[in-house]
């Protein structure tokens, strides 16, 4: 009987752990090579171990809820057939990848306990402070009076790497916490038209929106408490981020699609039947931004610091609602070199595995640019937000039916069109409106004479 250990392989850049979510198979059922076993989350993405080999799932080491790291136990198979010689090579390249990641983390972690020895393990008020946190404490310089004001949103009130880096990233802004002791009166107004008004005080509240301070709401008898989940913390987290980090423009510009949808119609089905996938109109937006893309090539960067990088490859984003109300953004890479079918085809089964919560970490990573559809709910128009460290995002709204001038060389006449507007938002910080402008132009002059390449 072969003994087969399942680790918890590498999770993408920078992951090196992971909650086990729910096991698919209990101890003692059959499994096929490759098939699901058990179900983990990262601070990136849900999503699915395979099964190394067939045989008996015999012992569950890592539990529901538990933590392990990359390159751990996880879980015991055994088969009666043992590794042929392929397997046993893949199976060796896996260990000596998660070998890799291990050492790699046991080399930062050497690095923090030196440079956080000097620190203590504790600021004046108690909040307790990680080995990592001191350290980058220790490298910017952030006194125990300052780590005292970062708002924390770790287990018990700590505060966890992010914190402090989001923290840096606001200009080390002073933000107060909801585990730091203050005192706090609140008065109730009096009763208007069955409206019952209180209002909230702190010692510092009369300049709280001027100082940028969290102002804290509470709940009423009768309101109802929902606790955040865990994806949603992470796109709280992630969009007032992303605000405090660039400066946002939106601007707007409405595109006659009629030519586009009229074309779209004629040859969906049979792009259906010879492709085996749906002709929806995010593939062609996607194409027209890419296309764009290579004619503006600054809205395809990042900004570090003073310095702009700006990108070899389109890697765009979709903004993709999921069953639970969330957001995902998974990312198909390489569109300049894709033909409309191959987008189609990408976006398609992106799109699909996201709902079914089946994406890799790879694979909502990297993007360069984002695409975001307000269309999907009949929404005419939106201002989006950057999703860092992109520079800009396109909001499509609904293609719908408008009365519309046409311009004849026997003079304007009235007609009715398929119209939609584009919003775009961009870091003001490198983009000016003019580049801006010039690029929504050109994404409408792309849609508006849409001819598939």
Request: hydrophobic content about 40%.
């Amino acid at each position: 009987m072969a003994r087969i250990e399942v680790f918890l392989p590498a999770m993408g850049e920078g992951v090196i752990e992971a909650t086990v979510n729910k096991w698919l198979v209990a101890e003692g059922s059959k499994v096929n090579e490759d098939d699901p076993i058990v179900e983990v989350a990262t601070d990136k993405v849900d999503s699915e171990v395979p099964s190394p080999a067939s045989g008996i799932l015999t012992k569950i080491i890592a539990k529901e809820g538990s933590v392990p790291k990359v390159g751990e136990i996880i879980a015991i198979i055994e088969n009666e057939a043992g590794y042929v010689p392929q397997d046993a090579a893949r199976v060796e390249r896996e260990v000596e990848r998660i070998r890799e990641t291990i050492e790699e983390v046991r080399s930062e972690k050497k690095q923090v306990d030196e440079v956080s020895s000097g620190m203590k393990s504790r600021t004046p008020s108690g909040r307790f402070l990680s080995p990592l946190v001191r350290s980058i404490a220790a490298a910017e310089g952030i006194s125990y009076e300052e780590l005292d004001t970062i708002q924390a949103t770790g287990a018990d009130g700590r505060i966890t790497r992010d914190d402090v880096l989001l923290w840096l990233r606001s200009g080390r802004e002073t933000v107060a916490t909801a585990g730091t002791a203050t005192e706090t009166r609140v008065e109730r107004l009096p009763d208007t038209k069955g409206l019952q008004l209180v209002r909230e005080t702190t010692p510092s509240a009369a300049s709280a929106q001027g100082t940028g301070q969290a102002v804290t709401a509470q709940p009423l008898t009768g309101d109802t408490v929902v606790e955040m989940d865990r994806v949603r913390k992470l796109i709280a987290e992630h969009m007032t981020m992303s605000k405090r980090t660039s400066a946002h423009v939106t601007s707007y510009i409405d595109a006659d699609v009629t030519r586009l949808v009229n074309w779209r119609n004629s040859v969906k089905e049979s792009f259906l039947a010879r492709e085996g996938v749906k002709l929806t109109l995010t593939p062609v937006f996607i194409d027209a931004v890419t296309r764009a893309l290579k004619d503006f090539p600054m809205l395809n960067s990042s900004v570090d610091g003073s310095r702009i990088i700006m990108k070899k490859n389109i890697n765009i984003g979709m903004a993709t609602a999921l069953p639970d109300g969330n957001l995902i953004v998974p990312v198909i890479k390489n569109c300049d070199e894709k033909s409309l079918t191959g987008i189609a085809r990408a976006v398609s089964d992106l799109a699909d595995r996201a709902r079914k919560n089946k994406l890799k970490p790879d694979e909502i990573s990297g993007g360069t640019f984002t695409l975001t559809n307000f269309g999907s709910y009949d929404n005419l128009a939106g201002t989006p937000i950057i999703n860092q460290p992109q520079v800009a995002i396109l909001g499509t709204g609904a293609v719908r039916k408008t009365p519309a001038v046409i311009e004849t060389p026997d003079g304007d006449l009235i007609g009715i069109r398929q119209v939609m507007i584009l919003s775009l938002s961009y870091d003001h910080r490198i983009i000016d409106g003019a580049l801006a402008g010039r690029f929504l132009r050109r994404v409408r002059e792309i849609l508006e004479n849409y001819e598939s390449q």
